[in-house]
């Protein structure tokens, strides 16, 4: 159905794969990575030739101080000769001045370049993780999504802010300086040659043990934040059955196993900072010590000792620099990795290539020898036919779990079926414009979200171009227009205000409206008036014998009384219809249901 073999996404968090694996994973953040600048290959460019430049320039400075001292100087004391003088103090000025305002340039390019990076990368998440299925975001928890769009974006963030200017900073430094200096006087660079070995050596140290207390650190904190996330979205169940204990105990050993590979981590680099700058005096006082021997012999002149010390000391300041880029990298790549991972998910119900149109539905719904299953082993609806003439009020009972609201996720085209077709006036659902599907087929459920904004907007969620005057009709019929003036500022109350809060029945009302005012072709309430009470299930009923009389509707309800206004009645057991017929049929049968009915009527009186 879907391409979720994609690894590390469904289920748990993986940090545990084989070798072609990562090698896949890599390939396809590399793929995400390329597609996000090749939008600014320009600006890239530019980038690189000013930095660059800019570097040249930098390391430009202690040459010219050689220069100044051996040759400028002698000419200005011995012939009065100002020329070389002036000519290197220009420029040293001219180029300290360039090197500056590049230097600048190159930061605000930079950080416009990785701006831009970021907001790309961060709506397309977005957007992409918006139109994933229900399938998607049955499985893929909260907790771990938020992570996406936060600690993730965060790290890729990080890298840019301060790692990769920096790395690329650093890198060409390096290089220009070694450049100058064996150009320079090339014994030193022999002996700086050989302080590469044991740098070499303590980084490729340093990378290998950094990698796995990086990612230890990483899980960790992702354990903890889904930790936190879980309890949170589920705090009224934790408070009720006292979890906050177990709860606790278990926090603290995640909060706890975060401290630990993080104070790791801290250990590692109380090593490598001090190694690294032991190699970097180490190599400075020998090349002084070496130098001063032969400035003494007259083998090289003071001036270019200077040169020399001055880079041999400058030449490992980048390291540290390179050694922590290596820390972000680590984690941003991972977390481009998982990013990549769901922007790769394919909806499991894809739009269509060439929609069909179906300006006006009319609302018959066919059901074509239909299999359904959530996953592979376990079929909730095998071998299913159903016709729906347009305008039935369809009543549909059956005990939890026979799949009841499996079959109306299936009209509302939450799902595709695994075999078989579910059909709009004899057109296949997947062949359905989007739109043309939203507006003819409208389910309600149990679950009534209200987003943040008034009352007013919530209702017109169904009909966004609604007046006013349109958006009270519909919470009138629907009986929830006493309500809504009774609240602080009446259709403009904010619902997520205090005063604003309303019961779970009234949100039900409000869910009511805002199906009343989409007018759809196919109305589905699954549960829909479940938290409502008795007159209030009576009033919404009234409302539906009106609104649903020329539209048809399936009404799944455990409350008996709905039965009433329906055309026929389905009961469904493991995922078949085992009796069809109108309510008085059935009624007066043996059946399942006349069953049913007799027991909730004894239950009134
Ligand atoms: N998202 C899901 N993933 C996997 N299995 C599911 C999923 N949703 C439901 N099921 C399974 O499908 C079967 C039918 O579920 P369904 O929700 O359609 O039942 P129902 O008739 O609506 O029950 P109820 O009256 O309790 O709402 C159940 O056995 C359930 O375990
Ligand atoms: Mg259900």
Redesign the pocket.
């Known amino acids: 159905m879907s391409t979720t073999t994609t690894q590390g996404v469904k289920g748990e968090e993986r940090d545990d794969f084989s070798k072609e694996e990562s090698a896949r994973l890599r390939l396809r953040s590399r793929r995400l990575l390329a597609s996000l600048l090749e939008p600014l290959r320009a600006r890239i460019a530019v980038t690189a030739v000013i930095v660059v430049i800019s570097t040249a320039a930098q390391v430009a400075g202690p040459t010219l101080i050689a220069y100044g001292i051996d040759n400028a100087l002698p000419a200005l004391v011995k012939n009065n000769d100002w020329m070389p003088a002036i000519v290197v103090v220009g420029l040293y000025l001219v180029v300290g001045i360039v090197g500056a305002i590049l230097m600048a340039q190159y930061t605000v390019i930079f950080a416009r370049v990785s701006q831009s990076i970021l907001f790309d990368l961060r709506k397309r998440l977005f957007l992409h993780t918006q139109r994933l299925s229900l399938?998607f975001h049955?499985s893929y928890t909260s907790g771990r999504i938020i992570s996406r769009q936060t600690s993730d974006l965060d790290s890729i963030r990080e890298l840019f802010d301060s790692g990769i200017n920096q790395l690329v900073q650093g890198l060409l430094y390096m290089v220009f300086t070694a450049i100058a200096l064996v150009s320079l006087d090339a014994p030193s660079g022999l002996i700086l040659g050989v302080a590469l070995i044991p740098l070499v050596v303590l980084t490729r140290w340093f990378q290998t043990r950094s990698q796995k207390l990086f990612r230890s650190t990483r899980t960790t904190s992702a354990r903890v934040i889904v930790q936190f996330v879980e309890t949170m979205t589920g705090i009224r169940a934790v408070q009720a059955f006292r979890k906050e204990g177990r709860n606790e105990k278990q926090y603290g050993g995640y909060v706890e196993d975060y401290r630990k590979a993080n104070s790791r981590v801290f250990q590692l680099f109380g090593t490598f900072d001090p190694g690294l700058v032991l190699i970097g005096n180490a190599t400075l006082a020998a090349v002084v010590l070496f130098g001063a021997f032969r400035v003494i012999d007259g083998g090289l002149e003071v001036g270019a000792l200077l040169a020399v010390a001055l880079y041999a000391k400058r030449f490992f300041d980048p390291a540290e620099e390179l050694a922590m880029f290596y820390n972000g990298y680590q984690s941003a790549s991972a977390a481009l990795e998982k990013i990549s991972g769901v922007l790769e998910e394919s909806p499991s119900v894809p739009d269509p290539v060439r929609p069909t149109d179906l300006w006006h539905a009319k609302g018959a719904i066919d059901f074509d020898d239909v299999e359904f299953a959530?996953?592979r082993d376990?079929i909730?609806l095998p071998e299913f036919e159903l016709h729906v003439p347009a305008g039935q009020t369809i009543a549909l009972v059956?005990?939890?779990?026979?799949?009841?609201?499996?079959?109306a996720?299936l009209i509302a085209r939450f799902y595709d079926p695994s075999r078989g077709s579910v059909k709009l006036d004899g057109v296949d659902l997947r062949d359905l414009h989007p739109k043309d599907l939203r507006r003819a087929i409208v389910m309600v459920t149990q679950e009534a979200y209200l987003f943040s904004g008034s009352v007013a907007d919530n209702i017109a969620l169904g009909k966004p171009d609604a007046t006013r005057d349109e958006i009270e009709r519909a919470a009138r019929a629907v009986g929830a227009h006493e309500f809504i003036v009774a609240l602080p500022d009446g259709y403009d109350t904010d619902v997520n205000k205090r005063g604003g809060r309303v019961s779970a029945g009234q949100r039900q009302l409000l869910s009511f409206a805002r199906a009343f005012i989409a007018d759809p072709a196919v109305l589905i309430l699954?549960?829909a008036t479940a938290s409502l009470d008795i007159p209030s299930e009576r009033l919404v009923q009234e409302a539906l014998q009106t609104l649903l009389s020329d539209r048809t509707a399936l009404i799944?309800a455990?409350r008996l009384s709905t039965v009433a206004i329906a055309d026929r009645v389905l009961v469904?057991e493991y995922?078949r219809i085992v009796e069809d017929g109108t309510p008085d049929d059935l009624i007066s049968g043996t059946g399942r249901f006349a069953q049913l009915h007799a027991a909730w009527r004894d239950s009134l009186v």
């Open positions: 399938e049955e959530y996953n376990a909730v059956g005990s939890t779990g026979a799949g009841k609201s499996t079959l996720k699954d549960e799944i455990h469904m995922g």
